[in-house]
């Protein structure tokens, strides 16, 4: 995969701010996907040591069937404090060291967190697609920007989430009678087909399967992988 590692990383919120603001006119919001799919991804990081390192996790799934073909679980010192709207530096250098050592290359990468739904337009998932060059979608679990009215309780129906006039993204119902999912294109996909993907990764569960296994290698910060449990025959 080819990565675009920044020679440097802003250091405070006005520099992050001013750089979001000339990125953002860069991100593209029409489908670049390759068909068919045969590789998505999960993203996801936590934190331990109170904060000073951050642990990234990427998880690889063969689609449609979602099954775990590649892992990797990455350490770095933090460096970036926790500013809202700020997420993607405080994640995005150890995400990137993270991609760096899959061997299994995802044709689109599902983040946790926010697309262009946010103030300016370049969540985690945007800045993480125009460094990768890679179509990404954002989902995240609660709201960060924008407006939207009840989302009706049925399993894959979906409002828009607008913003200034903006439709920045859908609130989907991506199972019955709980709570939705903020989704939100990040790069090189529409709104519609963003959708779509996270649906067809979703199966059970609240979160879509690739959010889930990166969710669960990013917070237990382990070892212990989901390939493991697919080699073991036994899946959670």
Same mark, same amino acid.
């Given at each position: 995969?080819? =990565?675009?590692?920044?020679? %440097?990383?802003?250091?405070?919120?006005?520099?992050? =701010?001013?750089?979001?603001?000339?990125?953002?006119?860069?991100?593209?919001?029409?489908?670049?996907?390759?068909?068919?799919? +045969?590789?998505?991804?999960?993203?996801?990081?936590?934190?331990?040591?109170?904060?000073?390192?951050? +642990? !990234?996790?990427?998880?690889?799934?063969?689609?449609?069937?979602?099954?775990?073909?590649?892992?990797?679980?990455?350490?770095?010192?933090?460096?970036?404090?926790?500013?809202?709207?700020? &997420?993607?530096?405080? *994640?995005?250098?150890?995400?990137?060291?993270?991609?760096?050592? &899959?061997?299994?290359?995802?044709?689109?990468?599902?983040?946790?967190?926010?697309?262009?739904?946010?103030?300016?337009?370049?969540?985690? !998932?945007?800045?993480?697609?125009?460094?990768?060059?890679?179509?990404?979608?954002?989902?995240?679990?609660?709201?960060?920007?924008?407006?939207?009215? *009840?989302?009706?309780?049925?399993?894959?129906?979906?409002?828009?989430?607008?913003?200034?006039?903006?439709?920045?993204?859908?609130?989907?119902?991506?199972?019955?009678?709980?709570?939705?999912?903020? =989704?939100?294109?990040?790069?090189?996909?529409?709104?519609?087909?963003?959708?779509?993907?996270?649906?067809?990764?979703?199966?059970?569960?609240?979160?879509?399967?690739?959010? +889930?296994?990166?969710?669960?290698?990013? %917070? %237990?910060?382990?070892?212990?992988?989901?390939? *493991?449990?697919?080699?073991?025959?036994?899946?959670?």
């Amino acid at each position: 995969m080819q =990565i675009q590692f920044p020679e %440097s990383w802003p250091t405070t919120p006005a520099e992050a =701010i001013a750089l979001q603001q000339t990125l953002a006119p860069q991100i593209v919001l029409e489908d670049r996907i390759p068909n068919p799919i +045969r590789y998505v991804a999960g993203v996801d990081a936590g934190f331990e040591d109170e904060g000073e390192t951050t +642990r !990234a996790a990427v998880v690889v799934l063969s689609f449609p069937d979602l099954t775990p073909v590649d892992e990797v679980l990455v350490r770095q010192p933090t460096v970036f404090p926790y500013v809202p709207g700020l &997420l993607s530096f405080r *994640e995005v250098p150890a995400v990137l060291a993270a991609l760096a050592q &899959l061997k299994t290359e995802p044709d689109v990468i599902l983040c946790d967190g926010q697309g262009i739904a946010h103030p300016r337009r370049l969540g985690i !998932a945007s800045h993480l697609g125009l460094l990768c060059d890679r179509p990404t979608v954002g989902v995240a679990k609660s709201r960060l920007v924008g407006t939207h009215i *009840e989302v009706p309780p049925d399993k894959g129906t979906w409002v828009p989430l607008t913003d200034r006039g903006d439709r920045i993204g859908a609130v989907l119902r991506n199972r019955a009678n709980t709570k939705p999912l903020y =989704i939100s294109p990040g790069h090189y996909t529409t709104l519609e087909t963003a959708i779509d993907l996270v649906l067809r990764c979703s199966t059970k569960y609240r979160l879509p399967e690739t959010t +889930r296994y990166a969710d669960r290698l990013a %917070s %237990s910060g382990t070892a212990r992988s989901a390939l *493991e449990e697919v080699q073991q025959g036994r899946l959670f």
